[in-house]
């Protein structure tokens, strides 16, 4: 019999969920006034991105130096609890620093601070993540990792939203809008922020509902750390080298264009690549002399690290890229304006599916379970259709989409509550919808025509939109095959995956450049591969040869 699930506990670990897709969704509103106060290029304004997610990445490979220094991990000694606390704080100072160089007006400086906030964030999410597991039953614990992910998603929904109405006085705004954006009220803004960092960390710190889950007195064997501190320390050094190099070729004027993007593109394909290289030759080497790796001798979590840096890659990627795609002539045509309740909808469907996964982090019967499976997507739907509605966003031929939530739903109950079965599902719609979406539009319209539609268009946005729906669950999925079985290196195999957040850093701008060089919709083979590898991923975790174990 598992272990009876701390609800109330529960309850007040979503908060900070919820907190972080609210800051995170911000950026969506930042980047275009970065790109208008600092006059950046569009190439330049994906630094913000970039920043906030490589410190993701930075942040897990320092948490893994403080454990091989002090031959303790530093979650395990803090607590859970007290883990989260220190991230918000540091997030807060963070937060301090944007206020200090917006005030100053340095972009670099602003940076800075943009990338001290991910720090905090990063030790947070390595925290709280093994921390919803452990609220409960293991066996379940991709629920409640779920549920936190559809309280994460309701905060991604609505920070946009409200972030816009204490800026622009609108729950809606236009890139117009921009350059009339007084600089006192963005400051003010980041106040707020950081003042609420504070709050939810007080919150946490005297909150009597959570228990620590300290484990101080626990000692690394910092032996069985060094070859795996030796190899991400290099793999730090290549990725950045290869981005520094992208984004210093940005700043030459007069070479040639044709020439510079082709060089960018390979530097970015080979940091992508490097990634991969740096882990399998973990996994080669652990297999043969298992010592000195610590978590990194485990195969589940060299392949979920890899499945982690994908997934996040190719979900931020396809939100990026969305508007692009719907405004191409060859696609909706549509003007900018327009798009935006388009990618709405994209970041609102990671909510849809999380909602329906949450309902299994609750010990209902199957009869509500099943039910609720089926209506909470829908209500989800609702809720986003709702916000944008009332801000004159109007869908085109919107009822299109309750055939790809209906196959939503019945992806969960084929998935039988199965992380790897589900994720090769879910993995594999993914792949249809992208190709799909990457075919011209008017081969479609003798389909749409049959339907009842008037243009093939509605069938290729909504297909493409459709992958929020499917990548919705991935992350408790992966999440759950990584750590199983890691024992006492759960957390800093915890620490390993929130580390490969770097693919929201690197995969988009990849995508984005063969975009510029090419095509948008020939640029969408990106998200194919990337789901491709993570139905392979999927489908080879629970094959006993790698030493994985999932529960069947």
Known sequence: MGNKTNYSALLTLCAVFFFWGFIAAGNSIFIPFCKHFFELNQFQSQLVDFAFYLAYFVGAVILY?????????????????MSIVYGLSLSAFGAALMILFLWLETFPGMLLGLFVVGLGFSIQQTA????????????TGS???????????IGGTLGPLLIALALFGSASF?????????????????VFVGLLFLSVAALFFFSKKLPNHEMDGQKENTGEMKKGLTLLVSMTIVILGLVGIVFFLDSITDMNQEKKEKIQLICLISSVLSVFIFLFTALSRSKKRPEGWGALAYPQLIWGMLAIFVYV???VAVGSNLSDLISNPGVAGLNTAET????????GSLMMGRWASAVYAFNLSKVTTNILTIVMPFLGFGFVYYFNSRNGGQYMDYDIYFFFIGILVAGFFMGKNKPALTLIIFGALSIICLITGILPSTSLDPL???LGFEKGAVITVYSVIATGLFCSIMWPCIFSLSLSGLGKYTSQGSAFLIM????GAIIPPLQGKIADIYDIQLSYFVGIVCFLFLVVYAFLSGREKNNIQIER
């Not at 709280?128 to 066996?139: H, R, T």
């Open 65 to 81: 130096y403080i454990t091989y220094k002090i031959s303790q991990d530093p979650i395990k000694k803090w607590g859970y609890r």
């Open 128 to 139: 709280a993540n093994p921390f919803m597991i452990a609220l409960g039953d293991e066996k």
């Open 143 to 153: 629920n409640r990792v779920s549920l936190g992910g559809g309280i994460n998603s």
């Open 174 to 190: 236009s890139e117009d809008e921009i350059p009339d954006l007084d600089l006192s009220k963005v400051i003010l803004l980041y």
């Open 313 to 315: 890659g190719v979900e």
């Open 340 to 347: 935006a309740k388009y990618v709405s909808l994209y970041w």
């Open 448 to 450: 749409a025509l049959s």
């Open 500 to 503: 490969m957040i770097l693919g």
